[in-house]
């Protein structure tokens, strides 16, 4: 059989690297320019779009997943960053709204808690796996951070990655049903749900609805993301003496 | 900018350094994000403007970054093909109820704390 030369060999990776780097800013920059199209619905979401058009593309072609990932590994890197980069906004929130702090912490504990809890033993309860269940378990935590708990609890990382956008497009499609809740509309506390529920995507809606609820939303991002840490590796432990 | 983008990195780097050492579950980046919080909260005149805008640049492309990874959902459409009720269930129903306690904790401990300190003007603020 005749072998490409190792010139040959490097141009290929170099092409293959170059795809996984060009193809996802492009498929995103499509999914941000459809949602436009389409008034800003929060059902458009431009990440899910994306993962849609390179996910078909992929499959379609039959180039392996790994192949797309090792070129777009670049792009994945930045999460890391991107996740240290959210203590700018979370300090400055802890300093602002300081004196609600007493209500809004205990009350976004008490929202993650739900969250894991329920979304660990509703998949275990209705007959699923318990890799899906570690992977449902810390969805509502922000995506960066939701992927890297999965990776430690042995969920699948991919498959939280795409139910913490799920579970953030969910909150943002309903967050505004949710104003007459209690008595009066209730931003701060309506914010720190949106936050502790449904992370970036629904933080993102929260400030377009009201800017008290997204810099509620904010600091719920960040503590919803910390709580969901310490409780999902507890959760996995307890379940597993089941 | 770009020394503000290197830093954050650091950070991360200096996160996931410190959860390999420890072997603790929390992911690295997290621990990063910790640290800083900490650092910005003791000394709020460490977020300079560059910190700021390095770290604003970071988080508006965050939504991108997401897509590598979640594209990755395609190498496991079987599993989903065979699970997708507990899966949409689990999703839906958890994250309600979260919303819902989230909402109500607030509210009701916003009602206690307002009657405690009504019924005790000197417990008030002083700020």
């Given amino acids: 059989m005749h072998l490409p030369s190792p010139r040959a060999m490097l141009h290929l990776l170099g092409l293959t690297l170059l795809f996984g780097v060009l193809l996802t800013p492009l498929a995103y920059w499509i999914g941000v320019r459809l949602q436009r199209l389409c008034h800003g619905s929060p059902l458009v979401n431009p990440v899910l779009v994306a993962m849609a058009l390179i996910g078909t593309l992929l499959l379609t072609t039959g180039i392996p997943y790994r192949t797309y990932f090792s070129g777009a590994y670049v792009i994945h890197f930045l999460l890391g960053p991107a996740t240290v980069a959210l203590a700018v906004p979370l300090a400055d929130s802890l300093r602002t709204l300081r004196h609600r702090l007493p209500s809004a912490v205990p009350a976004i504990a008490a929202g993650s808690l739900v969250s894991a809890a329920s979304g660990l033993w509703l998949v275990r309860l209705l007959g699923g796996t318990r890799a899906v269940a570690y992977s449902m378990a810390p969805k509502a935590a922000t995506t960066p951070i939701a992927i890297g708990i999965a990776l430690g609890v042995g969920g699948e990382p991919p498959m939280t990655a795409a139910l913490a956008i799920l579970a953030g497009i969910l909150v943002a499609m309903t967050l505004h049903h949710l104003r007459r809740l209690g008595k009066s509309e209730n931003w701060p506390a309506l914010g720190a749900a949106a936050g502790a529920a449904g992370s970036g995507i629904a933080t993102a809606r929260a400030f377009q609805l009201s800017e008290v609820a997204g810099s509620f939303a904010g600091l719920a991002l960040g503590l919803n993301g910390l709580a969901t840490a310490i409780l999902v590796p507890l959760l996995v432990r307890l379940d597993k003496l089941w | ?127």
């Fill in chain 2, 1 to 127: 900018l770009i020394p503000a983008i290197l830093l954050l990195i650091g950070i991360d780097l200096l996160g996931n350094w410190i959860q390999q050492r420890l072997g603790l579950p929390i992911p690295g980046a997290l621990i990063g994000l910790i640290l800083l919080t900490i650092v910005l909260c003791l000394r709020p005149q460490f977020a300079t403007r560059q910190l700021r805008s390095g770290a604003r640049l970071l988080l508006l492309g965050m939504s991108m970054f997401f897509v590598p990874a979640g594209t990755g959902v395609i190498t496991e459409l079987h599993e989903i093909q065979l699970q997708w009720i507990p899966i949409v269930a689990a999703l839906c129903l958890s994250t309600f109820a979260s919303l819902l306690v989230t909402v109500w904790a607030m509210q009701g401990l916003d009602r206690i704390l307002a009657s405690r300190s009504f019924s005790r003007p000197t417990a008030q603020r002083s700020e």
